[in-house]
T-cell receptor
């Protein structure tokens, strides 16, 4: 199936740990995004990569580091996890137009 | 400061009737608007969009209306079906940044329930 996929779907971890979330798209898009949806359901962009180049970098703690090994992948690594990092993280991709296609989300719970 | 506002957190409609979801924005630099639909435990799915040069765009049962002077857009679903029950997000994109550099600014969503 052509889609945007994320792994894992659920992630429960302790404060202070380092974790990664992976995203892959096989839609042939050249732009990928990471969004965070917090407890208030507010969907906010964190990063965007176009052709492996970082083009949008919102005010996000340095503990969050995106990595794009190729156009089809955009991973999110989070260091020293904090309680406030608990949220649903969505990966998305697009090609030239504004319509973005989203992955199913990764629910991160920091204990 | 929320630049895209969906003031109704929820809406309940009878099957077969019209659903009208509203969205207001404050930034006059927005020139492209989108509606997304989201089911629980899934990512948002693109529904319909409209450019600021138009005031209406229609796709099947879904129509988006844009009133630039009022900085208001609405999504009409006619006729509403139980499968339309979901959270609907309004998003807007500013003029700054071309092509893939565009950011989407999102509303908080409106939860639509279509009752059989």
């Amino acid at each position: 199936d052509t889609a945007v996929s994320q792994t894992p779907k659920y992630l429960v971890t302790q404060m202070g740990n380092d974790k990664s979330i992976k995203c892959e798209q096989n839609l042939g898009h050249d732009t990928m995004y990471w969004y965070k949806q917090d407890s208030k359901k507010f969907l906010k962009i964190m990063f965007s990569y176009n052709n492996k180049e970082l083009i949008i970098n919102e005010t996000v703690p340095n503990r969050f580091s995106p990595k794009s090994p190729d156009k089809a992948h955009l991973n999110l690594h989070i260091n020293s996890l904090e309680l406030g990092d608990s949220a649903v993280y969505f990966c998305a991709s697009s090609h030239s137009r504004n319509e973005q296609f989203f992955g199913p989300g990764t629910r991160l719970t920091v204990l | 400061d929320q630049q895209v506002k969906q003031n109704s957190p929820s809406l309940s409609v009878q099957e077969g009737r019209i659903s009208i979801l509203n969205c207001d924005y404050t930034n006059s630099m927005f020139d492209y608007f989108l509606w997304y639909k989201k089911y629980p435990a899934e990512g948002p799915t693109f529904l319909i969009s409209i450019s600021s040069i138009k005031d209406k765009n229609e796709d099947g049962r879904f129509t988006v209306f844009l009133n630039k002077s009022a900085k208001h857009l609405s999504l009409h679903i006619v006729p509403s079906q139980p499968g339309d029950s979901a959270v609907y997000f309004c998003a807007a994109s500013p003029l700054s940044g071309a092509g893939n550099n565009r950011k989407l600014i999102w509303g908080l969503g409106t939860s639509l329930a279509v009752n059989p």
